[in-house]
Antibody, heavy 118, light 108 residues
Framework: QLQLQESGPGLVKPSETLSLTCTVS??????????WGWIRQPPGKGLEWIGS???????YYNPSLKSRVTISVDTSKNQFSLKLSSVTAADTAVYYC??????????WGQGTLVTVSS | EIVMTQSPATLSVSPGERATLSCRAS??????LAWYQQKPGQAPRLLIY???TRATGIPARFSGSGSGTEFTLTISSLQSEDFAVYYC??????????FGQGTKVEIK
């Protein structure tokens, strides 16, 4: 059974870079037809898609975040990662990693809360 | 950007009753519409894709309909485990997914 697990600091200072890793188990990140993405949810608010990556390294980003986002993949570790630069309090959210197709995200990690505060 | 608008924001329903949730797109998304359920402290779960196709393991009491700009999620007879927040998501213009703001289904 496919499982995804987010990891990384729960607290990041303003203007710094948020870094999270998603470890995939129960399946290969190199499988075709699927992408690996990040979605976030500010406390008490709705969902925002951040971006996705294909195992080959092709990336797709939300235009509103594109200038600050980098998603990368490490197939040898079955992991993919998110970096969000120049964070502010508005970036405080639960960050989810997910396996997605071109359409939907059928598999999600449990999510990790990242707070931006000094 | 395609804006998804859900209504109502909160729906109060008694167990066993029918719940009808709406989602409107700011422009046509054809049938490229999905619904997710989210319970407190949990990740969203995919319920419906293609506007009307249930995802694997989703009970038949959940049904979706619509196309273009108007969509509906119907829960035919609410069970206790169905009280949650529901989000619609359009995927008509990958990679620019957008979600609605959610409808909370609460116990009346």
């Amino acid at each position: 059974q496919l499982q995804l697990q987010e990891s990384g600091p729960g607290l990041v200072k303003p203007s710094e870079t948020l870094s999270l890793t998603c470890t995939v188990s129960g399946g290969s990140i190199s499988s075709s037809s699927y992408y690996w993405g990040w979605i976030r949810q500010p406390p008490g608010k709705g969902l925002e898609w951040i971006g996705s990556i294909y195992y080959s390294g092709s990336t797709y980003y939300n235009p509103s975040l594109k200038s600050r986002v980098t998603i990368s993949v490490d197939t040898s570790k079955n992991q993919f990662s998110l970096k969000l630069s120049s964070v502010t309090a508005a970036d405080t959210a639960v960050y989810y990693c997910a396996r997605n197709s071109l359409a939907v995200a059928p598999n999600w990690g449990q999510g990790t809360l990242v707070t931006v505060s000094s | 950007e395609i804006v998804m608008t859900q209504s109502p924001a909160t729906l109060s329903v008694s167990p066993g009753e029918r719940a009808t949730l709406s989602c409107r797109a700011s422009q046509s998304v054809s049938s490229n519409l999905a619904w997710y359920q989210q319970k407190p402290g949990q990740a969203p779960r995919l319920l419906i894709y293609g506007a009307s196709t249930r995802a694997t393991g989703i009970p038949a009491r959940f049904s979706g309909s619509g196309s273009g700009t108007e969509f509906t999620l119907t829960i035919s007879s609410l069970q206790s485990e169905d009280f949650a927040v529901y989000y619609c998501q359009q995927y008509n213009n990958w990679p620019r997914w957008t979600f609605g703001q959610g409808t909370k289904v609460e116990i009346k």
